[in-house]
């Protein structure tokens, strides 16, 4: 079946240092979410990519779908201590279904 | 508040006694999902409506669990005869799917969860 890996599964970062996590699914996608998830909270929707090799930024964030649209990455640039969470990549198939795929998820922690 | 409510938030119950969980999503969200989340895991998808109809059902859930959206509005999911390894935070989600292709969008929003824990 379709899966999506991400790496790295945790990351520790020093506050004002910048952040990757990528995305890699076993098959094509249609369009790929990405959703960050504080501990204890829930998931919140961060952004859709379609196109094949479409980048967004939202501030410090930058989000790359890949050429293949088979991955993608999220780039937090001067990571503060508010963008600690967990970051999940969810991919949704090119056919016939509308059931999204969640990654395996970064957890990612901010050193002050 | 207009966000999706989800009740209860807690659940916990003895191994092989049946569970029901309710789901508010936001009014006029067209589409429904249930996901299930293990401690470190992202949301597993478990099944999703359209309006009332249940359009997919993932193969690993087993014959224990069923979910309905009567009227196309709040979502039930029931589990019977639970067992140690349905302990788990069971999310839904509500989105209101637009277009079609490169311009179909579908900004999932989440409830709290209910997490159960099969004793």
């Known amino acids: 079946g379709q899966q999506v890996m991400q790496i790295p599964q945790y990351q520790h970062v020093q506050e004002g240092e910048d952040f990757t996590t990528y995305c890699n699914s076993s098959t094509t996608l249609s369009n790929i979410q990405w959703y960050k998830q504080r501990p204890g909270g829930h998931p919140v929707f961060l952004i859709q990519l379609v196109k094949s090799g479409e980048v967004k930024k939202q501030k410090r964030l930058t989000f790359q779908f890949g050429e293949a649209k088979k991955n993608s990455s999220l780039h937090i640039t001067a990571t503060q201590t508010t963008d600690v969470g967990t970051y999940f990549c969810?991919?949704?198939?090119?056919?016939?279904?509308?059931?999204?795929?969640f990654g395996t998820g970064t957890r990612l922690k901010v050193l002050a | 508040d207009t966000g999706v409510s989800q009740d209860p938030r807690h659940k916990i119950t003895k191994r092989g006694q049946n569970v029901t969980f309710r789901c508010d999503p936001i009014s006029e969200h067209n589409r429904l999902y249930w996901y299930r989340q293990t401690l470190g895991q992202g949301p597993e998808f478990l099944t999703y409506?359209?309006?009332?109809?249940?359009?997919?059902k993932s193969r690993l859930l087993s014959d224990r669990f069923s979910a309905e959206r009567p009227k196309g509005s709040f979502s039930t999911l029931e589990i019977q005869r639970t067992e140690q390894g349905d302990s788990a935070m069971y999310l839904c989600a509500s989105s209101l799917a637009t277009g079609r292709g490169p311009l179909f969008y579908n900004e999932q929003f989440f409830g709290p969860g209910t997490r159960l824990t099969v004793l």
């Open positions: 409506f359209q309006n009332e109809a249940q359009l997919e």
């Open positions: 969810a991919g949704l198939r090119t056919s016939g279904t509308y059931k999204y795929i």
